[in-house]
């Protein structure tokens, strides 16, 4: 591993090209000259347009670029090898890539969609983050943050619609069991990795301005809607150690939690 980067934190996140994934790369590598961010980003092109507006934001943060389709398997083992070489090891993981085939009109998704939602929501995480577990392994303090949504909680979508008013107006079932899905992801994962001193979270960034579920225009005259900035807040909060004390937890902002 290069000398210039043996005291860095080495983190990676999927998707970082746009939405949330940018803002948290932007922010991590903002904060702290020990973080060393890699951006993930499935096509090439945008990647590099990201790492440069990163890099440009704050010329003093350090950020790398790896093409990464989770999707992909070759794509997977290729981004792996890459961080092995460059980094020798990975201290954070956030699974952020996630994709909404849906549209809010209550319509029942096709077969064809819920393949692409779990293919991206669920396989993708599962896959990847297995792969790079001995890469994690190599971290004093390994972390995985999976980008989850409370649309996935269940207990949310059960409640009376005084009691969770968005979460009963929101019909996106293929969507929302993927993040269920993924959430029991984090539940297994933490299980099965405490012991050797990993956390896991779920988190949910909040209803921000992404363009997910290509309402980017909608969200914006939506009353609640945030900027995705403070979904990176929250992501920061838990890497800085702040939420320690809720690990295996189905975190939100501003110190909330989830029922699963």
Request: aromatic fraction near 6%; include cysteine.
């Amino acid at each position: 591993m290069p000398a210039s980067t043996a005291e860095r934190q080495i983190i990676l996140i999927t998707g970082a090209n746009g939405g949330i994934g940018f803002d948290t790369a932007a922010l991590l590598a903002s904060v702290s000259p020990r973080n060393h961010v890699i951006v993930g980003s499935r096509n090439t092109t945008k990647g590099e347009a990201a790492l440069e507006q990163i890099q440009d934001k704050d010329p003093k943060g350090t950020a790398s670029l790896v093409q990464l389709d989770a999707d992909d398997d070759a794509s997977i083992n290729a981004a792996v090898q890459h961080i092995k070489q460059d980094f020798g090891r990975l201290d954070v993981l956030i699974n952020n890539a996630g994709i909404c085939k849906e549209t809010y009109d209550g319509r029942w998704p096709s077969r064809e969609d819920l393949r692409a939602e779990f293919e991206t929501n669920v396989f993708g995480p599962t896959v990847l983050s297995a792969a790079l577990l001995p890469l994690l392994r190599q971290s004093k303090a390994p972390k995985i943050i999976n980008v989850s949504s409370g649309l996935g909680s269940i207990s949310r979508c059960l409640a009376t619609p005084d009691k969770s008013p968005y979460g009963a107006i929101v019909r996106v079932p293929g969507y929302r069991m993927t993040k269920s899905a993924l959430n029991m992801l984090t539940a297994y994962q933490y299980q099965q990795l405490k012991d050797e001193g990993f956390k896991v979270w779920s988190y949910c960034p909040g209803f921000v301005i992404t363009d997910i579920g290509r309402d980017r225009e909608a969200r914006k005259n939506m009353n609640g809607c945030d900027s995705s900035e403070t979904s990176a807040q929250g992501i920061l909060e838990i890497i800085e150690g702040q939420r320690d004390e809720e690990v295996s937890q189905f975190l939100q902002k501003y110190g909330k939690r989830y029922d699963w």
